[in-house]
Antibody, heavy 126, light 108 residues
Framework: QVTLRESGPALVKPTQTLTLTCTFS??????????VSWIRQPPGKALEWLAR???????YYSTSLKTRLTISKDTSKNQVVLTMTNMDPVDTATYYC??????????????????WGKGTTVTVSS | SYELTQPPSVSVSPGQTARITCSGD??????PYWYQQKSGQAPVLVIY???KRPSGIPERFSGSSSGTMATLTISGAQVEDEADYYC???????????FGGGTKLTVL
C-alpha cells in the first residue's frame, strides 16, 4: 500500500524559508519510473503544480516559481524535501506531495500523480 | 505558458450524465488526466491516459478526447460524485505539470 505524508510548519513569517518533508512508504524512489511531485492549493483556488524529483535525481520546477524552489530526496529515508524561499502571504495554501509515475507512450514522456498525501496547510503571516 | 481551460461549474440531477470539458492546444498530442477532489480532501485520480480508470473507480466515470478538447463523462451521476474536478497534463517539454482551473460539479 502506497502512502505519503506531508510535514512542516503550519505558520511561517513573510520572507522566511519554508521547508516541507514528504515521507512515503510502499515504493522506492530508486526504482526506475518512480517520482515524487509537490502541488499546492490556495484556499478556494485551483491546484498548482510546483516541482518533481525523479528516480534518477532529475529535478523539474514550475517556471514561475523555479527561482524560489529546491527539491531533494533521501532515498534511504524514503523522504522528499521541498524548500521555498522568501515566503509571502500569497503562498498560503495546502501543500500536497504525490507519488508520480513516469510512462513513455508513443515516444512521448508522461508523468502523472497516482497517489496523494492528505496535505499540510501552511499560513504565511506576520 | 501552457494552459488548460475548464468551465467553472456544471450542474446535473442525480441519474443524469455529467460532462466536464477541458481544452488545451497540446491535447491532440498529450494525454489528459482527471482528478476528483471532494471538499476538504486530497485529489483522487479518476481517469488516466485519456480514458483509463484506476482500480476502484466506478465504471460510470469515463474519459475521451477529440482535437483540443478532453471530456470527463459521469454516466448516471450520483450525489456522492459532487466534487471539484481537475484536468491535468504536461507542458510541451513533458516535464512540467499543468492543471486546469477546476470544475465544480453539483449533483442535486
Amino acid at each position: 500500500q502506497v502512502t505519503l505524508r506531508e510535514s512542516g510548519p503550519a505558520l511561517v513569517k513573510p520572507t522566511q524559508t519554508l521547508t516541507l518533508t514528504c515521507t512515503f512508504s510502499g515504493f522506492s524512489l530508486s526504482t526506475s519510473g518512480m517520482c515524487v511531485s509537490w502541488i499546492r492549493q490556495p484556499p478556494g483556488k485551483a491546484l498548482e503544480w510546483l516541482a518533481r524529483i525523479d528516480w534518477d535525481d532529475d529535478k523539474y520546477y514550475s517556471t514561475s516559481l523555479k527561482t524560489r524552489l529546491t527539491i531533494s530526496k533521501d532515498t534511504s529515508k524514503n523522504q522528499v524535501v521541498l524548500t521555498m524561499t522568501n515566503m509571502d502571504p500569497v503562498d498560503t495554501a495546502t501543500y500536497y506531495c504525490a507519488r508520480t509515475l513516469f510512462r513513455e507512450l508513443l515516444y512521448l514522456p508522461y508523468y502523472y500523480m497516482d497517489v496523494w498525501g492528505k496535505g499540510t496547510t501552511v499560513t504565511v503571516s506576520s | 505558458s501552457y494552459e488548460l481551460t475548464q468551465p467553472p461549474s456544471v450542474s446535473v440531477s442525480p441519474g443524469q450524465t455529467a460532462r466536464i470539458t477541458c481544452s488545451g492546444d497540446a491535447l491532440p498530442k498529450k494525454y489528459p488526466y482527471w482528478y476528483q477532489q471532494k471538499s476538504g480532501q486530497a485529489p483522487v485520480l479518476v481517469i488516466y491516459e485519456d480514458s483509463k480508470r484506476p482500480s476502484g473507480i466506478p465504471e460510470r466515470f469515463s474519459g475521451s478526447s477529440s482535437g483540443t478538447m478532453a471530456t470527463l463523462t459521469i454516466s448516471g451521476a450520483q450525489v456522492e460524485d459532487e466534487a471539484d474536478y481537475y484536468c491535468y497534463s504536461t507542458d510541451s517539454s513533458g516535464n512540467r505539470g499543468v492543471f486546469g482551473g477546476g470544475t465544480k460539479l453539483t449533483v442535486l
